[in-house]
Structure formats: structure tokens, C-alpha cells
């Protein structure tokens, strides 16, 4: 797993220079006592910091006790938000700055401490508890802060330990969830492919060709293997794409359309809060992008002539965006409309690739065939099953208003430009 990596990091073929942070990862039966031998010859194990949260304790106290270090516990419904990252924060600066943090448990924990340990300049470690989600070696940290979605540069982790007894004991929904996530790749690979072409973001095809092998061996293991079997190809798959955005510098492999419509759902805006989790949101989220894509396809005869500023207008953000517009303004046009990742695109951008584009989309599988697949392993297909409502404004306006939650080049933000900008 580590292997194709490092060598990526090593001498990419591409000729460019690839970070990698995280240079040990042991998923196998005894990785606990691989992390305790870790952190004691390494660091001041009596001054290492296990985080942890209410559900994950149990596995918290496997590591500290033998350290003889300190556990900090957050609430077992802990986000990752400014509220959280404030109590760990406050926790490290008046008490002894730890030697290392040990994050323990799923997502939210892992984006707590890795956002607290890069505030603090703390090395920290992975020890996922569930195969639920791929930040487990990402190294930005998604974030709700102040109600919008943000994705902040952070601390990767410099080693992981999963242990199978562990992770393969988590309740089975968690490793659905983990399915969903990775199902997202497919829209997420397919508009960075996307952008590649449009407007020449860097795309290296040896990160890419990774994100795939990691895409296609949990859709295969989801399909074939019983759910008690599931966990392991699951986890390995997560890793390998926190390895990719490590490797990409940013969370371009792992994260697109599919992902922003996740993210838009967590900001409340036109939902109720809801306790879906995120790796769910994420696959109902790529059903729906995959209908949207295949259904408005005809868009690449278009010429473009955005009128950028009208498409990020308080008039058309604020009717969804409410007390959040000037931040997701300030996201999608930071230094004026020059910034807009809309301005890279040329007037024939798409109609001279019109070819090529329409190649890529019939190639994209059905919604169907991604329903069928995250269904099989127990994990929601529809918009009901995540408790959101299923009306056709609400889709709709999900559709059209979840690629503002980034200033990211995705396929839907063009779908959106087109329709906003008149």
C-alpha cells in the first residue's frame, strides 16, 4: 500500500515533487502495541495526548495506559467545528504542550487534532477506530467553522496504526459509510480530469492512476465480499486516498461535485441538521451529481461568456446562503472575479473539447450502478434515508448551489454558471 506511494513521492514519472508526509502505516493484527513501541521511541511517551471521544475511550485507554500518558475525551457527538477545536485547543495551552497527540477514533476526531496539533506545531498519529471516512492521512482538515464548510491546511499524520480487531468491530454502518465516501471518487476523479483539460490544473496521472486502484478495489470488495469482510479492503482504500491528496498537496483526488453537495447539506442552509454521516451524504451525493452530469451533457457545445460577477452576486447567493453569503462570496472570488476558478475557462473551452467531454461522461457509470453498490453494504441511496427532503426544489437547489460551497472547477459549477449567469 505504502509501497506505490512512496515511490510517487520518490521519482514520479511526471517529473514534478510530491509531498509525503505520513512514512509509516501499519494496518495489521497488533498494530497497538506497534503504535505504544512507536510513541516511546520516539517521544516523552509520559507527555503524549490521546484524543479521544466517549464512543472510542475504550481503545484510548489501551494506549495511554501503557504510556502513562493523558487521555483528553471529547463528547461523543463531537464536529468538527470551532467550538471542539476551542476545548482541545484550551485543553494543550494550559497544560503542558504534549510530545505527540494521538488522534482516536473516526473524521471528527482526526480533524480536531490534526487541526489543533498543526496550531500548535504537535506531531500527531493516526489511529482510526472505524473505516468510516479517508482523512485519516489527509493533511487538510475539513471544517465547519461559524456554519460554513471549510478546508483548512493542517498536520498529516506522520504514521497510522489500524488495528483490524479494532476497526472490523465498528458497527457496520460506519464501514458503509466509509463505501459512500469512497464511491465519490467517481465524480471527484472525474472533475479534476475535467479542469485538467478545461483550464490545465496540474493533474499527475500517477496520483490519479492510484485514486483509481483505491476506487476500484471497494467497489469490487462492496460487490463481492460479505459485510463482516468488508472493513479491511475498505480501510486500506481510505488510506490510499489520504495518501493521494498527501501526494496532490491538496484534497483534488478525493474530493468534487459529490462532495460539495456533503458539504452543503452540513452547513444547514437549506436543510434541518440532519445525523446522516458523512461518507452516506457523500454516495446519495454521487447518485444525484451522476443523473445531473449524464442530463445535462449538451452544455459542452456551449461557448462560454460567463458574467462571473452576476454568478457570485449577493442576488443570487444570499436567497440560499442567507448570514453565510459574504463568506462563500469571499470563498468563490477571494481577490475580485479574477479569482474565480470560473475565470480560467476560455470562450471555446468546452466546444473544442466537446469530443473528449462527452467521451468521459457516457464512460461515468449510471446513477444505478452506484446506487446498487452502496446499497448492497447497508448505506442510504436516497435523499429520505438521510432524513432531507426528496422535492424537487430542494434537489434542485442542491444541485445548483452546492459548487459555491468551494472554488473549485467541477463540472456542476459550470452546469451552475450557465444557469445563473443570465
Given at each position: 500500500m505504502l509501497k506505490r506511494a512512496i515511490a510517487i513521492a520518490e521519482r514520479c514519472p511526471c517529473g514534478r515533487k510530491h509531498p509525503l508526509s505520513t512514512s509509516v502505516i501499519e494496518c495489521r493484527d497488533g498494530a497497538t502495541e506497534l503504535l505504544i513501541r512507536y510513541i516511546s521511541g520516539r517521544y516523552d511517551p509520559a507527555r503524549a495526548l490521546v484524543v479521544c471521544d466517549e464512543n472510542t475511550a475504550q481503545y484510548a485507554e489501551r494506549i495511554a495506559s501503557p504510556l502513562g500518558c493523558r487521555m483528553f475525551t471529547l463528547s461523543g457527538s463531537a464536529h468538527a467545528n470551532e467550538i471542539y477545536t476551542g476545548i482541545l485547543s484550551d485543553h494543550i495551552k494550559n497544560t503542558d504542550i504534549p510530545s505527540v497527540m494521538i488522534a482516536c477514533g473516526s473524521g471528527s476526531i482526526h480533524d480536531i487534532t490534526r487541526f489543533c496539533a498543526h496550531e500548535n506545531s504537535v506531531s500527531f498519529v493516526s489511529y482510526p477506530t472505524a473505516a468510516s471516512v479517508d482523512g485519516f492521512v489527509s493533511g487538510v482538515a475539513a471544517m465547519t467553522m461559524h456554519g460554513q464548510k471549510l478546508t483548512y491546511p493542517s498536520t498529516s499524520p506522520e504514521a497510522l496504526?489500524?488495528?483490524?480487531?479494532?476497526?472490523?468491530?465498528?458497527?457496520?454502518?460506519?464501514?458503509?459509510?466509509?463505501?459512500?465516501?469512497?464511491?465519490?471518487?467517481?465524480?471527484?476523479?472525474?472533475?479534476?480530469?475535467?479542469?485538467?483539460?478545461?483550464?490545465?490544473?496540474?493533474?499527475?496521472?500517477?496520483?490519479?492512476?492510484?485514486?483509481?486502484?483505491?476506487?476500484?478495489?471497494?467497489?469490487?470488495?462492496?460487490?463481492?465480499?460479505?459485510?463482516?469482510?468488508?472493513?479491511?479492503?475498505?480501510?486500506?482504500?481510505?488510506?490510499?486516498?489520504?495518501?493521494?491528496?498527501?501526494?496532490?498537496?491538496?484534497?483534488?483526488?478525493a474530493s468534487g461535485s459529490e462532495h460539495h453537495m456533503s458539504h452543503f447539506w452540513e452547513m444547514h442552509v437549506a436543510n434541518a441538521p440532519t445525523d446522516a454521516l458523512h461518507g452516506e451524504k457523500v454516495g446519495v451525493g454521487t447518485v444525484l451529481m451522476l443523473s445531473h452530469i449524464k442530463a445535462t451533457a449538451d452544455i459542452v457545445s456551449q461557448e462560454i461568456d460567463f458574467d462571473i460577477?452576476?454568478?457570485?452576486?449577493?442576488?443570487?447567493?444570499?436567497?440560499?446562503?442567507?448570514?453565510?453569503?459574504?463568506?462563500?462570496?469571499?470563498?468563490?472570488?477571494?481577490?475580485?472575479?479574477?479569482?474565480?476558478?470560473?475565470?480560467?475557462?476560455?470562450?471555446?473551452?468546452?466546444?473544442?473539447?466537446?469530443?473528449?467531454?462527452?467521451?468521459?461522461?457516457?464512460?461515468?457509470?449510471?446513477?444505478?450502478?452506484?446506487?446498487?453498490?452502496?446499497?448492497?453494504?447497508?448505506?442510504?441511496?436516497?435523499?429520505?434515508?438521510?432524513?432531507?427532503?426528496?422535492?424537487?426544489?430542494?434537489?434542485?437547489?442542491?444541485?445548483?448551489?452546492s459548487p459555491y460551497v468551494r472554488n473549485r472547477l467541477t463540472f456542476a459549477k459550470i452546469i451552475s454558471a450557465f444557469r445563473f449567469e443570465r
Open positions: 496504526f489500524a488495528e483490524p480487531s479494532v476497526f472490523c468491530g465498528a458497527p457496520e454502518r460506519l464501514t458503509a459509510s466509509g463505501v459512500g465516501d469512497m464511491i465519490g471518487k467517481i465524480t471527484a476523479l472525474f472533475d479534476w480530469r475535467v479542469s485538467n483539460i478545461l483550464t490545465g490544473e496540474e493533474l499527475c496521472p500517477e496520483i490519479y492512476d492510484l485514486m483509481k486502484s483505491a476506487l476500484s478495489s471497494v467497489i469490487d470488495a462492496s460487490r463481492s465480499m460479505p459485510k463482516d469482510r468488508l472493513a479491511i479492503p475498505v480501510m486500506e482504500g481510505l488510506i490510499l486516498s489520504g495518501l493521494a491528496m498527501q501526494l496532490s498537496g491538496n484534497s483534488r483526488p460577477g452576476r454568478i457570485f452576486s449577493r442576488d443570487v447567493v444570499f436567497p440560499v446562503y442567507g448570514t453565510l453569503t459574504d463568506g462563500i462570496i469571499g470563498e468563490n472570488i477571494p481577490n475580485g472575479i479574477t479569482s474565480s476558478a470560473l475565470a480560467k475557462l476560455g470562450k471555446r473551452s468546452l466546444s473544442s473539447n466537446a469530443e473528449k467531454l462527452r467521451s468521459m461522461i457516457s464512460s461515468l457509470p449510471d446513477a444505478g450502478f452506484v446506487k446498487d453498490a452502496i446499497e448492497r453494504v447497508g448505506a442510504p441511496v436516497t435523499l429520505p434515508m438521510l432524513s432531507l427532503p426528496d422535492g424537487e426544489e430542494f434537489v434542485s437547489t442542491s444541485l445548483y448551489y
